[in-house]
């Protein structure tokens, strides 16, 4: 029999398989990204001062020892956070039990009254638990979150995360976050 | 001239490429290791809570990170079943924050100290006793920007209750 030739397998495609492979964990890697409820702390204080802030401005929202929401020394729960927290921020109807109007000018706006003074004051106690006191602060987040899109919606057309920056600025001025998180107290 | 002769053949000459396969292997393995190397050594166990409002953490070296949970199984003998905290890769105390933070702030750039931003990746069933102790420890050390690490996930207690 004549000798043959040893037929030689096809490699081109393992270079094609290899980049395949290599995007996959380029991708996966860079989209491992953390995610998470960013907050502000206040810069450490006297603990003598105490800031005095009226009575109508301050939304006291305190997450019991028991993980029970208590709003203005009354039980919620925590699907009416939301809205009583978005009526709290705008006040719609100039209340007077609501947080005061300030007169203000922002870009794009100009001169609007807006809630400026409201604080919503978040207390919780030493054996609240962790999960509780985040879903309470993700729904005050959400109350921002929702008025800021409205807002932006129907003064420009567009979400808030599509707007550009000064846009973001001047919605993020209109519903400034103020959200208190209170140095803990021992509560009976 | 003479040196530059065509191959008598013609056409165009098929290129080796049997070792690019080598080189983006070889890319890979790199991509591979690095990734796992860059995790800490968990000593404590977390589930963190869902949220739905959340904010992407943009740069990974302005990010510093603390742990706090129950310790893992393999260090509950030594350590017991109460909460710790975890900087980098060893159990601490309430007071070795501000030391931690100090120590980070300026491992980083100058410019940079005033964007770092602490994540605390917390266990769900935390109490917040702690959890107010670490942050009272992160306002003296000036460490005001944070981020309560949890996943993206629907609230159930939202409809139900």
Redesign the interface.
């Known amino acids: 029999m004549a000798k043959r030739e040893v037929p030689q397998p096809n490699?081109?495609s393992?270079?094609d398989?290899?980049?395949l492979?290599?995007i996959f964990?380029?991708i996966t890697?860079t989209m491992v990204?953390?995610?998470?409820?960013?907050?502000?702390?206040?810069?450490?204080v006297d603990s003598d001062v105490e800031q005095k802030v009226e009575e109508r401005n301050t939304l006291v929202v305190l997450?019991s020892q028991d993980n029970k929401i208590m709003c203005q020394k009354k039980e919620i729960?925590?699907?009416e956070l939301k809205d009583i927290a978005k009526e709290f921020i705008e006040n719609p109807h100039n209340d007077i039990h609501l947080p005061k109007k300030v007169p203000v000018t922002i870009d794009f706006f100009g001169q609007v009254e807006i809630t400026k003074p409201h604080v919503i004051s978040l207390q919780?106690?030493?054996?609240?638990?962790?999960?509780k006191?985040?879903?309470v602060?993700?729904e005050l987040?959400?109350a921002y979150?929702e008025l800021r899109d409205e807002l932006s919606l129907r003064t420009f057309g567009k979400s808030f995360a599509e707007l550009d920056e000064d846009r973001q600025k001047a919605v993020a001025d209109y519903y400034p976050q103020k959200i208190s998180?209170a140095?803990?107290k021992e509560y009976k | 001239m003479a040196k530059f002769k065509k191959s008598s053949k013609g056409g165009s000459q098929e290129i080796n490429?049997?070792s690019?396969?080598d080189v983006?292997?070889m890319?890979?393995f790199f991509?591979?290791t690095v990734?796992t190397m860059k995790e800490v050594e968990y000593k404590v166990q977390f589930q963190l809570?869902?949220?739905?409002?959340?904010?992407?953490?943009?740069k990974k070296s302005l990010?510093t990170y603390i742990y706090i949970g129950p310790p893992t199984a393999q260090n509950r003998a030594r350590m017991g079943s109460e909460t710790r905290i975890q900087l980098n890769d060893k159990y601490a105390e309430v007071a070795d924050i501000q030391d931690y933070i100090a120590q980070e702030k300026g491992s980083m750039k100058e410019e940079d100290q005033p964007y770092m931003?602490v994540?605390?990746k917390?266990?769900?069933?935390?109490?917040?006793?702690i959890?107010?102790d670490v942050?009272?420890a992160?306002?003296?050390a000036?460490?005001?920007?944070?981020?309560?690490?949890?996943?993206?996930g629907h609230?159930e207690?939202?409809?139900y209750?």
């Open positions: 490699t081109s393992t270079a398989i290899a980049f492979l290599l964990f380029l890697t990204t953390d995610t998470g409820l960013s907050r502000r702390l206040p810069p450490p997450v729960e925590l699907w919780n106690d030493r054996s609240t638990k962790y999960s006191y985040i879903e602060q993700n987040i959400a979150n998180e140095e803990p | 490429a049997s690019m396969s983006i292997f890319l890979l991509f591979m990734t809570p869902d949220a739905t409002e959340l904010t992407k953490l943009e990010v931003t994540s605390l917390i266990d769900k069933d935390t109490k917040m006793g959890v107010n942050k009272q992160l306002r003296k000036y460490a005001l920007k944070i981020s309560y690490a949890a996943t993206k609230i207690e939202h409809h209750r």
